[in-house]
């Protein structure tokens, strides 16, 4: 029976293997088309009923049962919605690539002339209009180009004074503005997905950068978050430290931390407790582990700590690791270079140098006292003696140095000249070695032995109206 059917199967087939069927819709594929007179395909070809389809199809909703049709006035409230959460510094749109944000954004919002704002149409035309005609300078061309010559070369000679101001510094005062620190400063940011800004809790606001901050809100840096953490806060009051917390977490999320120095030497495995780690590390912690939830489309996510030289960078990192993972030291510049750290096995941690945002108004004992410097290449110390005497108070470095020595005059020379016999830096001749002397009260000033703050604003009023309902409710 097998070989039976095994010949009827052959005998069906043809040469190439196909039946007979198959054989003919081949030949009716390759076949060329026959028509009629009226041009009509008759044969040779795969023969469709034309007829048929010369109607029109009527339409049906099921076709669109996946799509979402919103009026013009849902899709301006939910733009100015994502305007508001954008906006808003404690939150974050997650998967903003999925997000249709060319069609959300009005692309003629900004190109729009919105002239009746500005005029409205009586006021312009007709017989209550109010507008004048428009006064010009210059008639003739050549008083305008006489003008404009005029003008460049008054810009030509302000940009030449600033030149000359900033030739005239010294090579020191120009330090985290080099155009190798700019390039290590991009790369980090470029490179990270949420930029902590370190800040002193002394002058948190002298210690901002504006430059890095106007940055990170162009539209590349759009999916970039930053957070801001008050490092150095034990050398402030608790008021003053959450007065400064409750300024900058307006724009901000703002943590306020002090580094632990067991914590940063540690070299045992054994988890040490809380107390022991430093202020503010938990905090931080959280704050960074919820960081990737808002990263889902990514495995590892970057955060890197900027800001100021000399304000903490390293020493973070360290307490956050729990052992000395950066090179630290009490002066400027210790970081050279940028470097990675492996927090956990989704964030990763990048040191970056200090950067000084470029200011006009900085002045020289602003750059040395913020500790942009160090002290031993600073020209002539004892030119900032002055500005220290008048931010920490005369009397208060009396008190921090145990100075007994009687001063007739309150100047910062004779000051140096009563400390320098204190601390017995003398030269030959028993004079007071001014120099060294001005160096030590700079190093003390940047590392916290001298006592300063900036006050947030509003501090002093609260301050007052705190003790005015205490001594309210004594009565």
């Not at 994502?82 to 749109?93: I, N």
Request: proline share 4%; glycine share 6%; with cysteine.
């Amino acid at each position: 029976m097998f070989s039976v059917a095994k010949k009827s199967m052959k005998a069906k087939q043809h040469k190439h293997g196909h039946t007979k069927q198959v054989e003919k819709r081949l030949k009716m594929y390759n076949s060329k088309q026959k028509r009629d007179s009226k041009g009509k395909i008759v044969s040779g070809a795969l023969v469709k009923d034309l007829d048929k389809l010369d109607g029109r199809i009527a339409p049906n909703r099921m076709w669109f049962e996946n799509t979402r049709v919103i009026g013009q006035k849902d899709l301006a409230t939910f733009r100015e919605e994502m305007e508001a959460k954008e906006a808003d510094p404690y939150s974050m749109v997650v998967r903003h690539k999925k997000l249709p944000t060319a069609l959300l954004a009005d692309r003629f919002e900004g190109n729009r002339v919105k002239i009746l704002e500005v005029e409205s149409f009586d006021k312009t035309f007709g017989k209550s209009s109010t507008r004048k005609r428009p006064k010009l300078a210059n008639f003739d061309m050549d008083k305008m180009v006489e003008d404009a010559k005029g003008r460049t070369e008054g810009f030509e000679h302000t940009t030449a004074e600033e030149e000359a101001r900033d030739e005239g510094r010294h090579w020191s005062l120009k330090a985290g503005q080099s155009r190798r620190i700019l390039a290590e400063f991009y790369k980090v940011i470029d490179s990270s997905d949420v930029v902590v800004q370190v800040l002193d809790a002394r002058d948190p606001m002298g210690t901002r950068s504006k430059m890095m901050e106007k940055y990170m809100k162009q539209p590349e840096n759009a999916h970039r978050k930053m957070i801001f953490v008050i490092n150095k806060s034990d050398l402030v009051s608790p008021g003053q430290l959450k007065g400064w917390v409750n300024v900058l977490r307006r724009d901000h999320p703002t943590v306020a931390f002090h580094t632990s120095l067991s914590a940063q030497h540690r070299k045992t495995k054994n988890r040490r407790p809380a107390q022991d780690r430093g202020f503010g590390v938990e905090a931080l912690q959280q704050l960074l582990e919820q960081m990737p939830k808002n990263f889902k489309d990514r495995k590892t996510i970057s955060v890197s700590f900027v800001g100021y030289p000399n304000t903490g960078k390293s020493s973070i990192i360290n307490t956050l690791k729990q052992k000395t993972v950066c090179s630290v030291a009490p002066i400027a510049g210790e970081t050279k270079v940028w470097q990675y750290v492996s927090l956990t096995q989704k964030i990763f941690l990048i040191d970056s140098p200090g950067i000084v945002s470029p200011d006009p108004d900085l002045s020289d004992a602003d750059i040395v006292l913020r500790g942009v410097v160090r002290s031993e290449n600073i020209d002539d110390p004892a030119q900032y003696v002055g500005a220290i005497l008048e931010r920490a108070g005369f009397d208060k470095l009396v008190e921090v140095y145990d100075i007994k020595e009687p001063m007739v005059k309150r100047t910062p020379k004779a000051f140096m000249k009563a400390f320098g016999r204190r601390r017995g830096r003398l030269i030959e001749g028993g004079k007071v070695n001014i120099g060294e002397v001005a160096k030590i009260m700079i190093d003390d000033y940047v590392r916290g032995v001298i006592p300063w703050s900036v006050l947030p604003p509003g501090y002093l009023e609260r301050k007052a109206q705190k003790a005015a309902k205490k001594a309210a409710k004594e009565e």
